[in-house]
């Protein structure tokens, strides 16, 4: 079963907005990351935030981690066009053995 | 282009045939990675190798799954007698390294239909 959570399911935000997408999850983690996967090109990574961080940037994205309520959010600041794609949270875990869990995915909709 | 690569791209078949994926990471990587992805659904791990050895399985990998990485360099996933539920499509990724961090590089996936 698969371990994160996001939310919302899906989003529709106009061109020059910010999309913000939450994570959550279950157990554990030595790490957490967020991927895009849009039909052009596959699953993408975009950003490793480590479960001893708090915050991380990376040009238009920010992420946060919370481990004490076991969630995580993905900020995508003045989005556009080509920002439109799934997002999927992913965690590392050795509990139960070294796997990498995904959550189901936002699906994002920016509008120009 | 130095990426993963996955072949076939697309791949029919009728059920109760055996199927076989390759998958060629990046050449420096010494972690590979298996996932099956559903429509509307993330990819869901399948099994992971160090090297030549298969560190962990899913209890999703049904007896009639089996991946290998011979040399530790390509990786095959064989399914046994497909069944309608096996239709997904399945991805390969590749890291470097043997600490935490583990951005994984995908592939462009090998989509199975079984008719």
């Known amino acids: 079963s698969q371990q994160g959570e996001e939310d919302p399911q899906a989003l529709s935000i106009q061109e020059g907005e910010n999309a913000t997408m939450n994570c959550s999850y279950k157990t554990s983690i030595n790490n957490l990351q967020w991927y895009r996967q849009n039909s052009g090109r596959g699953l993408v990574h975009l950003i490793l935030?480590?479960?001893?961080?708090r915050e991380k940037h990376s040009g238009r994205l920010r992420v946060t981690l919370d481990t004490s309520k076991k969630s995580s959010s993905l900020l995508i600041t003045a989005s556009r066009a080509a920002d439109t794609a799934s997002y999927f949270c992913a965690t590392d875990t050795l509990a139960g053995g070294f796997k990498t869990i995904f959550g189901a995915g936002t699906r994002l909709f920016v509008k120009a | 282009d130095t990426g993963v690569s996955q072949d076939p791209r697309h791949k029919i078949t009728k059920r109760g045939q055996n199927v076989t994926f390759r998958c060629d990471p990046i050449?420096?990587?010494?972690?590979l990675y298996w996932y099956r992805q559903t429509l509307g659904q993330g990819p869901e791990f399948l099994t992971y190798?160090?090297?030549?050895?298969?560190?962990?399985k899913s209890r999703l990998l049904s007896d009639r799954f089996s991946a290998e990485r011979p040399k530790g360099s390509f990786s095959t996933l064989e399914i046994q007698r497909t069944e309608q539920g096996d239709s997904a499509m399945y991805l390969c990724?590749?890291?470097?390294?043997?600490?935490?961090?583990?951005?994984?590089?995908f592939g462009p996936g090998t989509r199975l239909t079984v008719l």
């Open positions: 990724a590749s890291s470097q390294g043997t600490g935490i961090d583990n951005e994984q590089f």
């Open positions: 935030i480590r479960s001893n961080e």
């Open positions: 050449s420096e990587h010494n972690r």
């Open positions: 190798f160090q090297n030549e050895a298969q560190l962990e």
